[in-house]
């Protein structure tokens, strides 16, 4: 074999493991309500093939036409073909490339230069392929994984153009940023962590490009072109590049001082305890060897001086510090952490190597760390991946959803031409469970006239739609998610 | 008479008239534990269901009647469970806390507990999990003298309603969860072991025990 592909063997096999586990059994794990709302809004631009950027209540467009690309090429036309696999390969495809982005971002180009040693980046990289939240939301059809994997490409992009001097890479990194852009309002906390980070610790240093000004304009040009390409749905809804920019005052109103509790407002410690443990119905869920091994990579970072390290170090810390202060936090905020913890864990290795019987201590801790993450990872994403305790699984749907369409076909074909009703105060991820099914209507509150096929109400509506049934109706419980049950009404025939 | 007496004179009546109906007959006495619902109740007042925290009717059952199934041995389709060990089912903490229940695998599974004899059964109580509301599927009770459940079987409840457990379609109301449990009536029915399905939950595939306690009379 030529030396080059023996060199990228490694590589391979750990990004081939990667994918592995992002893809393996996509569509077990019931819709989450927030997959299931942006799987309908992809559905319809599969079917219809338009999409209009709303700023109120959905992230940006980089998901929905990824997802409707995969959709062509799995040769799925309509909302009713769409399948959770489909869906959910977008970020398993994203997620699986962050691994060899971040061994490319981390690895050591030149003897002496910035970066980890070859088995030092390839550790961080298995560290990121096996880490629990990076596994989870790869799995998840949301918009984090897609940020957390642009943010790395960008990272690679402009560790390049530092060292090449080539345009190019600068137009690379700006279209990375730009597709970060269109895939969440919240790019330019990242920017703003880079930014810093980049200033602290290069601040004397300067890139190999003769004119890194008009290299920076170009970078800026591509991200601006990409963003607005994607936010104007291609220049078919230009409304759109106003909304793009109104998105920070629909956030502003949402979640400024003076905004109503969102529900999801944490104490400010919330993403320590996931980067550590927690004990949930006699589960223990944990990260804590690789987030003890990113500590003493983070002391490493401190006394090297490596610029390229240190700026890891401190845009890790800057993310991280950003999000716990903020009061409103959700897990999947945890996968960009992710990345800049394998890293630092991997140059705790890369130290540890350096010592008498370092290469033997490394490889042990390395092995430790990588078994505790694949235990986890296992327990988290494919044992118990919707499972009320699980600290990933945020508000998720219960398996019971899954009842849901066999019970409305069921119903339809028992009276065809009856509507399916569904009434309740959420309803989520229901209109992806009954996707395709003809007279299916939703109701927030009992309607007048509640007959149906089936009538689907949650218990705060269930009294209501039981008083209005004409006729004599059998009962039964399906779960929407941990807590929140609703009881189904069969017609009795 | 002012009317506000009324519900009260008629419910002593009620009373009365049950007691005088079936003479040797006491309320069964069964302790509940603390109710761990967290967070804001959700509204329940459904007809087939008790709201959290409300008392069931009283089970009659004879003055000898006592518990059986404390500390009896148990045995599970599940023999294995990943959290809590199948001796929790009997032995008397039905607190519902975190390393009070046994957690078995997905699917349909059952419990059953040995009494050690044959007995003659009133009662048996169960409390799955109380402490989220949730409603377990395909709850199913039987009693027998044989192990192995082929023959001399009665069902006490079975709330299958479309037989996904294929142990017979069953015609008994759902309910969820509370720290009341559910005590079912078994009628004197004889046997040596009471065994318990379920399948799921409206949370998980999950099947989960805090307590059972069987009462009646040692033959």
């Not at chain 1, 980890?116 to 096996?130: D, I, M, N």
């Not at chain 1, 790019?187 to 490009?209: D, E, K, N």
């Not at chain 1, 099914?437 to 109701?443: A, C, I, N, Q």
């Not at chain 2, 009665?154 to 037989?163: E, Q």
Request: charged share 20%.
């Amino acid at each position: 074999m030529p030396h080059a592909l023996l060199r990228c063997l490694p590589l391979a096999l750990l990004a081939a493991a990667a994918l592995w586990l992002r893809t393996h059994e996509l569509a077990r794990r019931p819709m989450h309500a927030d997959e299931a709302n942006q799987g309908v809004k992809t559905g319809e631009l599969v079917e219809a093939g338009r999409y209009a950027f709303d700023p109120r209540d959905h992230h940006g467009p980089t998901l929905y036409y990824l997802g409707a690309a995969v959709a062509t090429l799995r040769g799925q036309a309509t909302l009713a073909a769409l399948d959770e696999t489909t869906l959910r390969l977008v970020p398993a495809l994203a997620g699986a490339l962050a691994v060899p982005l971040l061994v490319l971002l981390a690895r050591r180009r030149e003897p002496g230069g910035p970066g980890l040693s070859e088995p030092a980046a390839l550790a961080a990289g298995a560290f990121l392929a096996l880490a629990p939240p990076a596994v989870y939301y790869s799995r998840y059809f949301i918009q984090e994984t897609l940020l957390a994997t642009g943010a790395l490409a960008v990272a690679v992009a402009l560790r390049c153009w530092w060292r090449s001097g080539r345009t190019r890479w600068a137009v690379a990194a700006g279209t990375g940023l730009g597709l970060m852009q269109a895939t969440k309002a919240s790019t330019p906390l990242f920017v703003a962590a880079a930014a810093i980070a980049v200033l602290l610790t290069r601040a004397a240093a300067r890139p190999a490009s003769p004119r890194p000004g008009r290299d920076l304009l170009a970078g800026v040009g591509a991200a601006a072109v990409t963003a607005a390409l994607l936010y104007s749905s291609f220049g078919t809804h230009w409304a759109g590049l106003r909304d793009a920019l109104s998105v920070y005052l629909h956030a502003l109103l949402r979640f400024g001082a003076e905004a109503p509790p969102t529900g999801h407002e944490k104490p400010w410690g919330y993403y320590l305890q996931l980067l550590g443990w927690s004990r949930a119905g006699g589960l223990l869920w944990h990260q804590a060897a690789l987030s003890a091994l990113a500590l003493a990579g983070l002391a490493v970072a401190a006394r090297r001086r490596d610029p390229l390290l240190r700026g890891c170090a401190v845009y890790g810390l800057l993310i991280l510090a950003a999000f716990s202060a903020f009061p409103y936090k959700t897990p999947w905020h945890a996968v960009h952490f992710a990345a800049p913890a394998a890293l630092l864990a991997g140059l705790a290795l890369d130290a540890l190597a350096c010592r008498r019987a370092g290469p033997v201590l490394a490889a042990a801790a390395a092995l430790l760390v990588g078994l505790s993450l694949w235990q986890q990872t296992r327990l988290v994403a494919f044992l118990r991946p919707a499972d009320g305790r699980n600290p990933w699984a945020y508000v998720h749907s219960s398996s019971d959803v899954l009842k849901f369409r066999p019970l409305a076909e069921a119903a339809r074909a028992a009276r065809p031409g009856e509507p399916i009703r569904v009434i309740s105060e959420e309803y989520w991820p229901l209109p992806w469970y009954l996707r395709g099914l003809p007279d299916v209507g939703y109701w927030t509150e009992a309607p007048p006239d509640c007959e149906g096929a089936l009538v689907i109400a949650s218990l705060a509506q269930a009294e209501a739609v039981r008083a209005r049934l004409r006729r004599p109706a059998r009962e039964s419980f399906v779960g929407l998610r941990p807590g929140f049950l609703c009881v189904v009404f069969h017609p009795e025939p | 008479m002012h009317s506000r007496h009324l519900p009260l004179l008629l419910s002593a009546l009620i009373g009365a008239t049950a007691f005088a109906g079936a003479p040797g007959k006491v309320p069964l006495a069964v302790e509940y534990p603390k109710p761990l619902f967290a967070g804001t109740p959700r509204p329940i007042s459904l007809a087939n269901l008790e709201p959290a925290g409300a008392k069931r009717p009283d089970i009659l059952v004879s003055a000898e009647s006592k518990l059986l199934s404390r500390g009896k041995k148990v045995t599970s389709s599940d023999s294995l469970p990943v959290i809590g060990e199948l001796s929790f089912i009997t032995d008397g903490d039905k607190t519902g806390i975190d390393g009070a229940y046994v957690e078995l695998g997905p699917n349909t599974q059952w419990v059953q507990v040995d009494l050690g004899a044959s007995a003659k059964i009133d009662a048996v109580a169960v409390w799955h999990f109380h402490s989220q509301a949730r409603v377990y599927h395909d709850v199913v009770v039987q009693i027998s003298d044989d192990p192995e459940f082929k023959k001399g079987v009665k069902t006490i409840f079975n709330n299958d309603d479309d037989n996904s457990s294929k142990l017979g379609k069953g015609g008994d109301k759902s309910y969820v969860e509370t720290n009341h449990g559910r005590v079912l009536p078994a009628d004197g029915a004889s046997g040596r072991y009471v065994r318990l399905y379920s399948n799921g939950n409206t949370s998980d595939e999950l099947n989960h025990y805090c307590e059972i306690e069987v009462f009646g009379v040692a033959k």
